[in-house]
Each structure stands twice: as C-alpha cells, then as structure tokens.
C-alpha cells in the first residue's frame, strides 16, 4: 500500500544578503525532533524554506485543516503555529519558497472537497495574506509544490483528483496563472518541482496507474515537455521530492511498491538513472523531502518509518546514500516531511507527530 502523500522538498535558499549566524559546514546528526515552542496544538508542519538573513519559515495546516505557518531565527526556537492571517478557511497549505527580494510564497489547496488551488504570501515571513484561490479558480488542482528562479518566476505543481499533471506561474506570488495540464492532458501526478541556476525547473511524482516514476521538465516554467517515465523504467516508484546541486545534479527521493526508500540522479534534469534502493536498503522508510547544501554539496532527504519515528539519510554526490536511521536514534513520535539547509549549512526539518503536535529538528 502506497503512502498518502502530503508535502515536498524545499527548494534552495535564496541568494544574496547577509549570512545567517547559525549553522555549521559540518554534518552528523539531527537532534531530536521537538514540538514547535512546546506547542501541542493541532498541526502538522508540511513545508519549509529559509531567507538570505537565515530567517527559517514552516507552513502547514491543523486539524481543522486550516492554513498555519510559524518563524524561527536559528532553525531550534520556534514561534507557536498561528493561522495565516487569522484566517479559518479551509486550506491545507503544503509548500513555500523565497524569492531573493524576500518574498515568501506558500502554496496548497482547498480541503473542503473541491480541492481548489491557493496561495499566500509574506513580506516578512510572519504577516500573511489570507490564502486565496489561484486566478479564482475552482478546478480542482492539489498543488503540492512552488519554486522561484532567478528572475522571480514562481511555479507550482500538483495534481487533479484523477492523477492529471498540473502547473500554475506567478511573477509576484499573487496573481497566478489558472492551473493547466503539462503539456495537454498528460498523466502524472506531479509531487514536487526545483529550478537549476539556469532557469530549468523540472518536477518529479508518478504515474497514478501504473506507479511508473516520472519527471518533467520546462525552462520558463509555462511550456513543459510530457511528464515521462525516469530512464524509460518500468519500475514500480512514487517519487515524492527533488533538488539540485550548485553543479546542476537533480537528485529525487521516494519509495518502491515495498515502500523502501529509493532514488534517482540526472545531471541535465532530462536523462534519469532508473531509480534504486538507497544503499540497497530493504528498510521501509518513507523519504518524503530533500534539500542539498550548495556549499559542500550534501543532500540530506527526510522521513519517518512504520512506527512514525524520524528518519534521515545524507549523501555527498547524489548516489551513494547511506541507510536511512532514526534522527539522534531517537525513538520519539515526528513524521518528517520538510527539509531546508540555510548558507552557514544548518539542516532544518519539520513536520508532525501522529497526534498531530508540529515538530522541527536541527541538525548537530
């Protein structure tokens, strides 16, 4: 049985700026996942992302299933989970970006249904705008991921209730596109989207029938090729997230139909290895984000296994992983679902407990 998904990777960083405080060139461990300011309120954390000042910001949704987002200045202190703008409408929000202007923009959907696609966005990170429909559309379009190139294009990706692939555009995180096909009515249920320093945005998920992997690819972000299976493969694997590497390797996480952790490389976004076991684990373990640190080229991916505890695994060229292991050997209920490394090289994860408690974890 194929795990539900609910959140991506983060992208990148925006560039420019002064350098965060915080973090370290060196990478061990995750510290053990906490509750966000010790809140046990209703919550799960689904994305993250940090500014060119190391300002990190989560958003996600409550058991309401309404629209949340929380700040932190070092990854570890963390202000309680608050509704965006106070608002109340029914909105899981699932990914968000910064542009290097500082713009944050949080992207998800309506769970009231419709599955209507939304946004909001933050000039700094803790006054939001209240989540609005995309172009006032109505079509239902769960829009799972955003990314932001270097001229300021934001793209989204997600998903039609009937495994369609989708994407929308916005030039100032506001006014967005209404949600089309990728190229017409292709197949594909698009989890997550990263852009390269050259403006290729290229997204990852799979095939809703066949649970064929598949990636796509577009360098404006409007015209996308037809999302297509990762080195022709047949091979059973939901890829859930992707990023890139200062030197313009992609690098996708996911899971087989034995929900064992699988990934797969490209250095030009369009030629896929097919994907594989991360060193050769037959663990099940559920990788549901990655992000890479350009400054040594780490990528760390996140998760959490059949008991809900927290998983991480790290690699240093994209192919060889090691196992995915408990953050800290920690034994405590956090479902990882979001990762982010800041410019001094701090990792920090976020998501939720079981009992729906949000959780972060930095790294050691």
């Known amino acids: 049985m194929y795990l539900m998904f609910r959140s991506c990777c983060p992208m990148f960083p ?52 309404q629209p949340l987002f929380a700040t932190s ?52 990170g803790s006054t939001w705008t209240t989540p609005a429909l995309m172009n006032g559309s109505t079509v239902a379009a769960s829009m799972t991921s955003i990314a932001v190139n270097s001229t300021g294009r934001f793209v989204a990706t997600g998903f039609t209730p009937a495994g369609l692939s989708l994407f929308a555009t916005s030039t100032d995180g506001s006014t967005w596109t209404t949600p089309a096909n990728m190229n017409g009515t292709s197949a594909g249920s698009m989890n997550c989207v ?49 990023t890139v590497n200062s030197a313009g390797l992609f690098v996708a996480t996911g899971a087989d139909t034995s929900n064992f952790p699988v ?57 060889t992983w090691t196992t995915p292991a408990h953050m800290n050997s920690s034994v405590v209920d956090a479902q990882m679902e979001a990762v982010i490394a800041n410019s001094s090289g701090l990792f920090v994860a976020t998501g939720g407990s079981t009992v729906t408690h949000p959780v972060s974890a930095s790294s050691t």
């Open 14 to 65: 925006a560039s420019g700026g002064p350098p965060p405080v915080s973090g370290t060139l060196s990478f061990t461990n995750f510290a053990t996942p906490h509750d966000m300011n010790g809140s046990t309120v209703a919550a799960n954390m689904t994305g993250v992302t940090v500014n060119a000042s190391g300002l990190f910001v989560a958003v996600g949704f409550n058991a309401s299933n």
């Open 73 to 124: 200045s070092d990854g570890v202190t963390w202000t309680t989970p608050a509704l965006m703008n106070g608002s109340t409408a029914v909105a899981n929000m699932q990914s968000v970006t910064v542009n290097s202007s500082g713009l944050f923009v949080a992207v998800g959907y309506m769970n009231d249904g419709s599955n209507s696609p939304v946004s909001a966005h933050s000039s700094n």
């Open 194 to 242: 990263t852009v390269n320093s050259s403006d290729l945005f290229v997204s990852v998920g799979y095939n809703g029938s066949t649970n064929v992997p598949l990636f796509s690819t577009s360098s404006n972000g409007t015209t996308w090729t037809a999302p297509a299976a990762m080195n022709g493969s047949a091979v059973f694997a939901q890829m859930f997230a992707v």
């Open 263 to 319: 990934f797969a490389t490209s250095s030009n976004g369009s030629t896929w290895t097919t994907p594989a076991a991360m060193n050769g684990s037959s663990t099940v373990a559920f990788m549901l984000a990655i992000t890479c640190f350009k400054t040594t080229g780490r990528f760390v991916a996140v998760g959490y296994d059949t008991s809900n505890f927290p998983l991480f695994a790290t690699s240093t060229n994209g192919s």
